[in-house]
T-cell receptor, first 115, second 112 residues
Framework: DSGVTQTPKHLITATGQRVTLRCSPR?????VYWYQQSLDQGLQFLIQ???????AKGNILERFSAQQFPDLHSELNLSSLELGDSALYFC??????????????FGPGTRLTVL | GQNIDQPTEMTATEGAIVQINCTYQ??????LFWYQQHAGEAPTFLSY????GLEEKGRFSSFLSRSKGYSYLLLKELQMKDSASYLC?????????????FGRGTSLIVHP
């Protein structure tokens, strides 16, 4: 158990819908990362927050957005869902900013299925 | 941009040693990571290299050569539970931010 929690574990929804994925980092960790893992693309970095501020952005679609709240939990919002958005979404945390951290702790993931 | 190459699949025998190679191209190199991922589970951290040389951690070692854009993960005394995907990830500078990029992973099959 990494100490990172993600809810829900599974999510099944329809195309065009909007969903919110939630992540609570390990106690004391200020950095939160979001990743998408699909069979054809592998693990892709989406976005990173440090202490409430966006610090790095990867291949995140405009239909996706995220935020980190004052209590350091983070939410990833996915809208206008398409079949291709079906994937495992991981959250990871670390105590340091992105350019300093030497280890990330991954949550168990949310499996999103878009029908 | 960043590019990472690692073999798709490797097989090895229980008790043996296996080396998984990773080559990369990146700008503003800021660290290389190895993760282990069992099917359907989250990646777990194995090692981090930012300077050239070998980092050893129990049965696992990781090597980095920045000038060659090359790393390897060495697994000794293989156990059946080491059957998993091994992900090489590089953190590099893109558009003023440090971005981690993951390889597609090497699926390691350990047989008796």
């Amino acid at each position: 158990d990494s100490g990172v929690t993600q809810t829900p574990k599974h999510l099944i929804t329809a195309t065009g819908q909007r969903v919110t994925l939630r992540c609570s980092p390990r106690s004391g960790d200020l950095s939160v990362y979001w990743y998408q893992q699909s069979l054809d693309q592998g693990l892709q970095f989406l976005i990173q927050y440090y202490n409430g501020e966006e610090r790095a952005k990867g291949n995140i679609l405009e239909r996706f957005s995220a935020q980190q709240f004052p209590d350091l939990h983070s939410e990833l919002n996915l809208s206008s869902l398409e079949l291709g958005d079906s994937a495992l979404y991981f959250c990871a945390s670390s105590p340091l900013p992105v350019f300093l951290d030497n280890e990330q702790f991954f949550g168990p993931g949310t499996r999103l299925t878009v029908l | 941009g960043q590019n990472i190459d690692q073999p798709t699949e490797m097989t090895a025998t229980e008790g043996a040693i296996v080396q998984i190679n990773c080559t990369y191209q990146t700008s503003g190199f800021n660290g290389l990571f190895w993760y282990q991922q069992h099917a359907g589970e989250a990646p777990t951290f194995l090692s981090y290299n930012v300077l050239d040389g070998l980092e050893e951690k129990g049965r696992f070692s990781s090597f980095l050569s920045r000038s060659k854009g090359y790393s390897y993960l060495l697994l000794k005394e293989l156990q059946m539970k080491d059957s998993a995907s091994y992900l090489c990830a590089v953190r590099g500078e893109t558009g003023g931010s440090y971005i981690p990029t993951f390889g597609r992973g090497t699926s390691l099959i350990v047989h008796p």
